[in-house]
């Protein structure tokens, strides 16, 4: 267990980011150190009902060192999303938080992943991504990542910003391409995230594909992958 308090909100359309801060007072000095692309899950009492929910961590590894360390989660809001919707409506400036500490196997390891990754993400599952990418532009990592991540429009890209700041700040090593499935725009792909898309941005030779999206995502993104003649353990997938 750990003790958190929120300590900045950001808002975009449909989703806001939580900053979450270690809580002294509660016991909890420091926030523990995790690997790019695990989760947390908070602990919430909604109307009488206890709950777990997970959520993946957005900032890099090295943002939670020290006393002034810190978290960063997306919430996305969601049609019948029980906790999602009192997270979105109740976490203020200064809300305490209980979370647990990293879970998740879903993170690069060198003995087993190719030193490409190629990422494929849908909605929230941008996040486990962003802190790949802020790990290896801070040099917590060491391999180079491509995202390829489906938006419905360019309006709907979630996280754009951040996005940009980390492909610029990855030295060559990141790289970020959106694909838009209803609303075609000029300078963006259109259309799924397919083998021959996966082909087109790919690096030549081996490369590993990590998924995290929607679960509809997953049974189209299979598919594709099976066409990409690649060994299983080069695919990786976690849900959002």
Request: net charge neutral; hydrophobic share 40%.
């Amino acid at each position: 267990v750990q003790y958190g308090v929120v300590a900045a909100v950001k808002e975009y359309a449909g989703a806001k980011s939580f900053t979450i801060r270690p809580d002294p007072v509660r016991g909890t000095k420091e926030l523990a150190y995790f690997r790019a692309g695990q989760y947390v899950a908070f602990s919430l009492d909604i109307d009488g009902a206890h709950v777990n929910r997970p959520y993946t961590l957005q900032s890099g590894p090295r943002q939670a060192l020290g006393e002034n360390g810190s978290y960063t989660v997306t919430v996305k809001q969601s049609k019948n999303g029980f906790a999602s919707q009192y997270i979105l409506e109740n976490w203020k400036v200064g809300t305490p938080v209980t979370l647990s500490g990293p879970q998740g196997e879903f993170y690069y390891q060198g003995i087993r992943d190719a030193r490409h990754v190629v990422a494929l993400a849908g909605g929230s599952g941008i996040t486990p991504f962003c802190s790949m990418a802020a790990a290896i532009a801070d040099g917590t990592e060491d391999f180079s990542l491509t995202i390829l991540y489906g938006s419905r429009s360019a309006d709907a890209i979630l996280l754009k910003d951040e996005l940009d700041a980390l492909e610029s700040a990855g030295g060559g090593r990141v790289r970020v391409v959106h694909v838009l499935s209803d609303v075609p725009a000029e300078g963006y792909e259109s259309g799924f995230l397919t083998a021959a898309l996966i082909r087109k941005y790919a690096p030549e030779g081996d490369f590993s594909i990590f998924v995290c999206g929607p679960k509809v995502m997953y049974q189209f993104a299979e598919k594709e992958f099976a066409a990409l003649c690649l060994p299983r353990r080069r695919l990786r997938e976690e849900l959002s």
